[in-house]
C-alpha cells in the first residue's frame, strides 16, 4: 500500500467517483456538510482520513468528500491510500464518529461537553431555526469557530451557566441556560443578567411572568407528561419579552397551527 498527497480538484473527483464500486448510498446531508466547509475554510487537511483505493483500481472510501469537492467546487489536498485490500471495506465506518465534545476535548477545552451544547443552542435561538424544516444544523468545526472567535466569553457563559443550574435544581440544563443567556446578552446585558439570575434563583423578581414560569418548569418536571421542549423554548423567550417590556402574561400557551414562534426582543 502507498500514500500520496493530491491536490484534488473537482474534476479529479468526478474521475475518481467514476470507479465508485459498491460504496454506500450517498449522504447528502454528509455531503452538504463537508462542502460548506470546504468553502468556509474549515476543512481540516492531514488528518489522515485517506481517501482509499483498492488494489483493482476501485473507490471503497471517500465518496462523500470527493463529491462535496464538486459541489463546493474548490481544490482540497487529501492523503489518498492505493493498493488498499478489498476486504478493508467490510469494516470501514463501524467506529463511532466524532461528536463536538469530542473535538473540544481533543483541543484541550475547558467545559468540553457544555460548551458545545450551549453554542448550538445559542445558534438556533438567535437563528430562529426551531420549527423550521430542514434548517442547518452546526458541524463540529463551525461550533468550534464560534467559540474560538469569542473563548473567554463563552468560558464564562459556561460557567455562569453551571452556577444557575444549581441554582435552579436542574430544572433547566445547562446548556439551555447558556444557550439563552448568550443570545440575551447580544440583546442587553445587564438585563440578561438580571431576567436568568431571576429565573433561575427566584429571587428579586421584577415581572410575575418569571414567576409563571418558574412554576410551569418545576411542575413539568416533575409530570409524567412533559411539555414539548420547543414549547418550553417559547415560554423562556415569551417570558423574556415581556420582562423586556414590561408587560405580564397571564398564562403560557402556544398553539403552532395560529401562533408564530417569538423572536427575542
Given at each position: 500500500m502507498k500514500i500520496i498527497k493530491t491536490l484534488i480538484n473537482p474534476a479529479i473527483a468526478k474521475e475518481m467517483l467514476e470507479k465508485n464500486a459498491g460504496n454506500r448510498n450517498v449522504r447528502h446531508l454528509k455531503v452538504n456538510q463537508y462542502a460548506n466547509e470546504m468553502i468556509g475554510g474549515r476543512w481540516k487537511e492531514d488528518?489522515?482520513?485517506f481517501i482509499k483505493i483498492s488494489k483493482n483500481g476501485n473507490l471503497i472510501d471517500g465518496q462523500h468528500r470527493?463529491?462535496?469537492i464538486i459541489k463546493a467546487n474548490v481544490g482540497i489536498w487529501?492523503?489518498?491510500a492505493y493498493d488498499v485490500p478489498d476486504d478493508v471495506y467490510s469494516v470501514l465506518d463501524t467506529g463511532v464518529n466524532r461528536n463536538t465534545g469530542d473535538?473540544?476535548?481533543?483541543?484541550g477545552i475547558k467545559y468540553?461537553?457544555?460548551n458545545p451544547a450551549i453554542i448550538k443552542l445559542y445558534d438556533k435561538v438567535k437563528n430562529n431555526k426551531y420549527g423550521r424544516v430542514g434548517s442547518h444544523e452546526l458541524s463540529n468545526f463551525e461550533v468550534l469557530d464560534i467559540y474560538h472567535e469569542r473563548p473567554e466569553f463563552w468560558q464564562l457563559v459556561c460557567n455562569k451557566s453551571e452556577s444557575w443550574n444549581d441554582a435552579f435544581a436542574k430544572i433547566l440544563p445547562s446548556s439551555w441556560i447558556g444557550g439563552?443567556?448568550?443570545?440575551?446578552?447580544s440583546i442587553n446585558i445587564s438585563d440578561a443578567k438580571e431576567f436568568m439570575d431571576q429565573l433561575c434563583t427566584g429571587r428579586n423578581i421584577k415581572?410575575?411572568?418569571?414567576?409563571?414560569?418558574?412554576?410551569?418548569?418545576?411542575?413539568?418536571?416533575l409530570n409524567v407528561k412533559k411539555i414539548p421542549r420547543d414549547y418550553v423554548r417559547i415560554y423562556i423567550i415569551k417570558t423574556w419579552n415581556a420582562y423586556r417590556t414590561g408587560t405580564s402574561i397571564k398564562v403560557l400557551k402556544f398553539n403552532p397551527e395560529t401562533d408564530k414562534y417569538p423572536i427575542a426582543i
Open positions: 488528518t489522515f482520513e470527493l463529491l462535496a487529501m492523503q489518498i473535538v473540544f476535548k481533543i483541543e468540553a461537553t457544555a439563552f443567556y448568550a443570545h440575551f446578552l415581572n410575575e411572568t418569571i414567576t409563571l414560569l418558574r412554576n410551569t418548569l418545576i411542575k413539568d418536571k
